[in-house]
């Protein structure tokens, strides 16, 4: 009988539990996302927590440093302030792999090099390099990054950046009766390969969608645009078997990124089709989102008869994602009594 309880119990949980994958390119937002399901349903970060990611945004503030000097000396940008050499070895010596604190000079020198003209104009131009999202955050708030007693805002540990490498799971209770169990994978090239291991017993497929990767190229292939290399994974992953019947969700994220980018990159560069007005935040949004949903075809360039959900997201907003993930959780319930023949 316990047996017998056990196994009811087991079947029961396994019942209620629903399997997401969540899958994107590299750099798009997907482990943010999982920050937020945490933090909305799940028990959110206390501060013993959000003190072990000092060290991560430590490294966050110093890669992002360290690669606009780099990009100062192959664009040919100098320094406004000629007096800058010595904050510029100061960063350039500290070794972000060991960091666990960083020590006054350190924060000085961080500051009086991001405050110069030069460095700033070098920042304008960080789709011509590989740059975090997140560095303006971060070195707007230097000093506070840099005080001994410092322990990181959630707001914080939304904005770092953690590489995903191999399959990683979570269970989030979304209500009484329900539970997602959440795969989120790394998205870079090399990880791919690992994906085809989560595909079984997929109840819904989120792909999440940078907004702002139509004029910036892969880290790991030198000159290969990262939208279109993220579209060709969507269509790619869509039209896996496994898929036909899944519920897709796209999320198109880095809303608040995208507002700022349009007034200084024109996004008819890369897409001279595109004829709506490039200063117009939701003529670009709908146009990078048509350019994905026209690729829900098959292989003899037919549209495919299924429901693929677009969102508009910041994941980083807390308040905005718990309207999607609640939008996200009710599509998910009702396309599951949909398909039980409840509704």
Known sequence: ???????????????????????????????????????????????????????????????????????????????????????????????????????????????????????????????????SDSTEYYLNDIERLG?????????????????????????????????????????????????????????ALVFVVSLIEYDLTMAECEGVNRMHDSMQLFRTIINYQWFQTTSIIVMFNKTDLLRKKIFKSNIRDRYPEFEGDTCDFESVADFIRSKYLELNVDKAGKTIDREIYPYYTCATDTEAMKFIIKAVKDMILQRMLTKVGMM
């Open 147 to 203: 005080r001994p007693d410092y322990v990181p805002t959630v707001t914080d540990v939304l904005r770092v950046r953690i590489p995903t490498s191999g399959v990683i799971e979570y269970s989030f209770q979304m209500d009484e009766k329900v539970i997602f169990k959440v795969i989120d994978v790394g998205g870079q090239k090399s990880e791919r390969r690992k994906w085809i291991h989560c595909f079984d017993n997929v109840m």
């Open 1 to 131: 009988r316990e047996i017998d309880r056990g196994l009811r119990s087991e079947k029961d949980m396994y019942r209620k539990m629903i399997k997401i994958l969540l899958l994107g390119a590299g750099e798009s937002g997907k482990s943010t996302f999982v920050k937020q399901l945490r933090i909305i349903k799940g028990k959110g970060y206390n501060e013993a927590e959000c003190r072990e990611f000092r060290r991560p945004i430590y490294q966050n503030v110093l890669a992002s440093m360290g690669a606009m000097l780099d990009a100062m000396e192959y664009l040919g940008i100098g320094f406004e302030d000629t007096e800058l050499d010595k904050e510029s070895a100061i960063v350039r010596d500290t070794d972000r792999r060991d960091v666990t604190e960083l020590k006054a000079p350190v924060v000085d020198a961080l500051c009086r090099l991001w405050r110069d003209g030069g460095l700033q104009k070098c920042y304008d131009r960080r789709r011509e390099y590989q740059l």
